[in-house]
């Protein structure tokens, strides 16, 4: 019950902020991307509370803008990245070669520095947000391709399912309304548990320059701009951004870390 109630109360809280975030930044309009110079880096006050940054445009509306922005770069990246884990992992109910193929590309991909593809894959495709997009579905599927192909290669080896095979099933029929059905927890556990990882790598990828274009109010551009007057006492330029930024990367991983411990009954012992 325990865990129920941590899943439900995960829940609410990521809901609570998309749903937060989704409408205050669809109210604000121009509001915290317009320039207004004669607002420059104000300290927090109650007609800004996180300040103004160097272009006088409200921080509070230019961290929502970017979160926005950020959760829908998210979604985008970890539903790409989870249809290649799947097609992936799908190869090993395929037979014994397709098998082998799958587990060697996973373990190539599994083998190359993670941060290092993630910057060749945004600069090679241009940068922008399809290459973020694009970049970091690429470089996140090989963890969960490699649990949904055991699970697999699991309950491939039930009797039901030898039972299906043996009336003279087809394989894909048996993919389809079999095994799939038996991934779909481990999937939307893993989707979950990405979508936080790329959210961050969003905003890393961005804050070195090789991300979203330094126009766009993205949580990564403005901690690249505050580094810039950090150095003079701003402090609120990089920490209510990232503090924003933070909360939506716990809540999900709150989110997922509680779905998994309900669906696992191993860990939910513990």
Known sequence: MTGRLRLIAAAGL????????????????ARGIAAD???????????????TDHMGRDLLARSLHGLALSLRVGLAAAGLSALIAVAVAGLAGLGR???AVAG????????????LLLLL????????TA???LAIAVSHWPRLARILRGELRQVMAMPYVETSRALGR??????????LPHLAPQLLVGVLLMFPHAILHEAGLTFLGFGLDPSRPATGVMLAEAMRHLGAGRWWLAVFPGAMLLA???AFDLLGGSLRRLLSPAEARL
């Open 14 to 29: 990521a809901a609570a902020l998309i749903l937060a975030v989704a409408l205050a930044s669809w109210g604000l309009g």
């Open 37 to 51: 110079f004669g607002a420059r880096l104000l300290p927090p006050s109650p007609a800004h509370p996180f300040g």
């Open 97 to 99: 070669r397709a098998d």
């Open 104 to 115: 060697f590309v996973t373990d190539v991909m599994l083998a190359l520095p993670h941060l």
């Open 121 to 128: 894959l945004s600069f090679m495709l241009g940068g922008g």
């Open 131 to 133: 290459a973020v997009i």
């Open 170 to 179: 087809p394989r894909r029929f048996v993919l389809v309304h079999h095994v």
């Open 248 to 250: 939506l990367v716990l």
